[in-house]
């Protein structure tokens, strides 16, 4: 006990000053002043206000700080840079710690914004985006990874693209709408994704974007610039989605069949206890599903259509800085793109498909060339094999042997290997020389090329024949002639 409630004790039992002081060993006047206070309620705490050497200049620190506000990010006041002013231009004799401290504890308290405490009903869904890395085709790519997040029950369903297009998004909804068997009432979007922006109080959509949510009747929000506390839910599960999924980093080479077996591993997240109602989140979004509006009779094409015209190459530029080629014998031409979220497609004004490729985002330049059509063209003109860019795509003891030929052969075996290729595909095509390549006693059979592309392409080279039906029946009694053999 401390000597006040000592005092206080002691005289509870009846003793008189003096005892009390002679007990505790204290002066009378110590016993007399505890014993006259009156009020022992908590005091409100005060925080003892210490002075700095630097309070005669935060103001002057603070106009500097306002000032940065007006100018480029990159020309603003560093905390070293105003100890330097305040030395040399006001007198200022200190370290340069305590302006460090002030400057970035006057930062933070600007930078920091309270979060609203939202609380969302069934039926709602926020869409978002988040960056992650595959191995696509054995190359390392850094991609987005798309998530519709439901906040009433906590469920979240991911895909994954290249970009963040209004292709991208409409692709990533309508996977989602289809597999959970419903359309959310109310989607809420980030100000940045590729589906449009708010602008003050004025919505402006994608075209595509536009129709997509007339074929499937939800209404459309968006965030307040800069406001991620109004959409957290989704920010969070895609940070969780990425942590479950796409660690380890996922190796894949088709985007679309890898996106149907995301959606297929959600078991977890449906069993997860909801952090805050303490109920299955897969039994919650029952709640969600029941809110849902119906999908549409008829699916949506999520596809933007964009005539162009090819170049001497048969070549298409598409957003600046994306070359495809079409078709060797589309030279000129006008052809129609059709531009999906993962593919590009070129079409013949005739409805043929002359080429599909796999869509490029960025802004960086790519090519993308489809062997196949310029194995065409090298049939009709070999003279130009040794700088074709097929010639990088084909196995080094085919090149070999190819090289090797005089241009009646070369051409004759050019002709096989589009043949080859057009029936089964350039990569069941490269891949059968490539085992036929590996015979070193003889060049490769290009008459082989054909049926064993055929054959990969069909089954694989270690699928196990398919055994047919029993006919030993039919022996015996054809053969032997017993009778009734075949009951």
């Known amino acids: 006990m401390s ?41 409100f705490p005060v925080k003892e206000k210490r002075t700095s050497k630097l309070d005669p200049y935060k103001e002057i620190i603070d106009s500097w700080l306002e000032e940065d506000k007006l100018v480029f990010h990159k020309q603003h006041h560093t905390a070293a840079r105003i100890h330097e002013r305040l ?36 039926g709602y869904a926020q869409i978002d985006f988040g960056d992650a890395d595959v191995w696509l085709s054995g190359t390392l790519t850094r991609g987005h990874l798309f998530a519709a997040s439901f906040p009433y029950s906590n469920m979240g369903f991911p895909q994954f693209f290249l970009g963040e297009s209004a292709e991208c998004v409409c692709q990533g909804l309508t996977d989602v709408f289809n597999y959970i068997g419903g359309v959310p009432h109310t989607l809420i979007f980030d100000n940045a994704t590729g589906v449009g922006r708010r602008i003050c109080q004025t919505i402006i959509e994608t075209e595509l974007f536009s129709r997509f949510r007339m ?28 942590n479950k999924l796409f660690v380890p980093v996922p190796a894949f080479d088709d985007i679309e069949m890898f996106n149907r077996e995301l959606l297929g591993r959600l078991g977890a997240q449906e069993a997860k206890i909801h952090y805050q109602k303490e109920v299955a989140q897969g039994a919650l979004f029952e709640k969600d599903f029941a809110a849902l509006r119906s ?17 001497g190459y048969g070549h298409v530029v598409l957003d600046g800085c994306h070359t495809y080629s079409t078709h060797p014998t589309n030279v000129c031409r006008k ?12 079409i013949s004004d005739t409805g043929e498909i002359l080429a599909t490729h796999r869509r490029a985002f960025g802004k960086k330049k790519t090519a993308s060339i489809d062997p196949a059509s310029q194995l065409q063209l ?3 003109r070999p003279g130009g094999w040794s700088n074709s860019r097929v010639r990088s795509d084909i196995p080094p003891a085919v090149v070999a042997h190819l090289d090797s030929l005089e241009r009646p052969e070369l051409k004759r075996d050019l002709r096989l290997l589009y043949e080859a290729s057009a029936r089964s595909g350039l990569k069941a095509t490269l891949a059968a020389l490539e085992v036929l390549a590996a015979d070193r006693d003889r060049p490769p059979d290009f008459f082989d090329v054909g049926v064993l592309a055929g054959r990969i392409a069909g089954y694989g080279l270690d699928t196990a024949p398919v055994p047919g039906a029993d006919l030993d029946c039919y022996d015996r009694y054809f053969l032997k002639g017993e009778a009734y053999a075949c009951n």
């Open 3 to 43: 000597k006040q409630e000592e005092i206080i004790d002691l005289r509870a039992r009846g003793h008189t000053i003096t005892q009390i002081a002679k007990v505790l060993g204290i002066d009378r006047k110590t016993v007399r002043r505890h014993l006259s206070r009156d009020d022992f309620s908590p005091v």
């Open 87 to 122: 030395r040399d231009e006001y007198g200022l004799v200190c370290g340069i710690t305590i302006v460090q401290q002030y400057v970035r504890q006057k930062r933070l308290s600007e930078q920091k914004r309270s979060s609203l405490d939202l609380q969302w009903s069934e």
């Open 215 to 242: 074929h499937y009747g939800f209404a459309l929000r968006f965030c307040n610039p800069e406001a991620g506390n109004e959409k957290g839910n989704v920010e969070r599960k895609v940070s969780y989605l990425r």
């Open 295 to 311: 999908l549409p009779s008829k699916p949506f094409n999520v596809c933007r259509y964009e005539e162009h015209t090819s170049n």
């Open 335 to 346: 052809t129609i793109c059709a531009i999906r979220a993962a593919t590009v497609e070129f």
């Open 378 to 380: 090298l049939a009709r």
